[in-house]
């Protein structure tokens, strides 16, 4: 019997240190790749439905203004940040957002249907598009969020 609690004990312990040490390195290293400029008026079927959404109140995405109406499309661009991701876990990491910080100007960020994933040891690119006023730079902070075995963690990092 005392060949058994030993033998718990020592599994117990081998088991605390595997689980601490895949929490300790369950990073997700954050390349910022770029930003691509796009005027609104080059993508006029996107901006109208946007337009409508925004005039409506149902955004696919998160406002960064109130509910209103946009003008012109010429007075708009998107902006489209792109992030590389390098999981060097040997969990995945499930659920990877990005959120931009918003500026003024900002009008909103466009939601997007797909749920990302980022593969064990693997890596993965993941994209944003902000609508913004003509005349903004495109500096921002992006916030990255993702889950692994449930515990959210969060990464940030600066697109220029």
Not at 2 to 29: Q, R
Not at 40 to 54: C, D
Not at 115 to 122: D, K, N, Q
């Amino acid at each position: 019997m005392k060949f058994f609690a030993i033998l718990t004990v020592l599994i117990l312990i081998a088991s605390l240190a595997g689980v601490g040490w895949l929490y300790m390195t369950a990073n997700v290293v954050v390349e910022a790749t770029g930003v691509t400029a796009l005027e609104a008026s080059a993508q006029p079927e996107l901006f109208e439905q946007l337009r409508t959404q925004m005039r409506l109140g149902a955004v696919v995405g998160t406002p960064f203004i109130a509910q209103g109406e946009l003008t012109n499309a010429e007075d708009y661009q998107f902006l489209t940040y792109t992030i590389r991701l390098r999981n060097d876990c040997y969990v995945p990491a499930d659920m990877v957002e990005l959120q931009i910080s918003p500026m003024a100007g900002d009008v909103l960020q466009i939601g997007s249907s797909v749920s990302a994933a980022l593969p064990a040891r693997g890596t993965a690119d993941a994209t944003a598009t902000l609508l913004t006023d003509v005349n903004m730079h495109s500096i921002r902070e992006v916030v990255v969020t993702y889950y692994m075995w449930g515990v959210p963690f969060t990464v940030k990092t600066t697109v220029r």
